[in-house]
């Protein structure tokens, strides 16, 4: 058996649970949907358990794939654990039948199967209990028993949202990444308390491609898309992809993710932005000396977009 007819199995073993459900998913349906003999299945996997513990490895690694860039291209915790979330959530509605298997189906597995997904979110409690390291000085940090009960809490939110009736067309295309502001307030609130946690409560959820976006250093967009024939700096794509990235974030919360320590600087730079119509203040009634609260314009969004797509081509011309 080739690896691309392994694969095809896999997929349709993660199908077949996400349609039929655990009890009911069947070695005889697999072969059907995939149209491999039964005796070229038998040779590649002793029984369903096997395959079935196969699919969920396959899972696993195709959503580490997928966050391993964002949460690695950020320095602090929080940055990188919400991108890290982005691209989860993103897997999630990409590819709903692995991404439920993971969640959802495999707690229904044999031993082989739940000591694997034990491992898996070993690995993810490993993950968020370095947020220890960003928590307030001075105050008495939580166990990683905690962080295993983080993992728990958040996959059984999300495990919630994706048990919905097989026929509707939510099962087929589940719409999750509107869970991001409630799951990224249950990840910070025991180590970032609950002061960051209502924040991220009430931010509006980034764009999918948060912690993956590669910026394209020290190159000028056209002046149609920047409204200007000023050159855009590196300095101020960084300002905007952090904004696209996380709308709402306040005037210092865009410094540290764009790697500007004078607030003075941040403050000139945010009111040039604003000036030629790329960002915008979220809200008309804010209390006096409450944060500045920015997202992007439609404006803004096209200059991001003319971003990401010089650095995509010039990422291209390396490979």
Known sequence: MDEVQRTRILE?????LAER????ASIGEVLARTGVPAGVFDEAFADREACLLAALDL???RARTRMAPGYYAHSRWLDAIKAALVAFLAFVEDEPALGRLLVVYSTSGGEQVMRRRVQFLAELADVIDRGRLEG??????PPLVIAEGVVGAVLAVLGNRLLVDASSREHQHPQV????????SIIVLPYLGAGVARRELERPAPSRTAGARMLAAQ???SPRAYGTSARLTYRTAR???????YPGA????????AGIIDQGQISKLLGRLRERGLIAKMGTARSRGAPNSWRLTERGELVLQEISAMAGAGEASRS
């Not at 459900?21 to 009911?24: I, N």
């Not at 300002?239 to 990235?245: E, F, H, M, R, T």
């Not at 306040?250 to 993710?257: L, P, Q, T, Y």
């Open 250 to 257: 306040s005037n210092r919360e865009i410094a540290d993710r």
């Open 136 to 141: 307030p000085g001075g105050r008495q940090q």
């Open 219 to 221: 190159s000028a967009l």
């Open 12 to 16: 349709a073993m993660a199908e077949t």
């Open 239 to 245: 300002v905007l992809s952090a904004i696209g990235d």
């Open 177 to 184: 990444m509107d869970l991001f502001g409630s799951l990224v």
């Open 21 to 24: 459900g655990a009890d009911s």
């Open 59 to 61: 899972a696993a690694e």
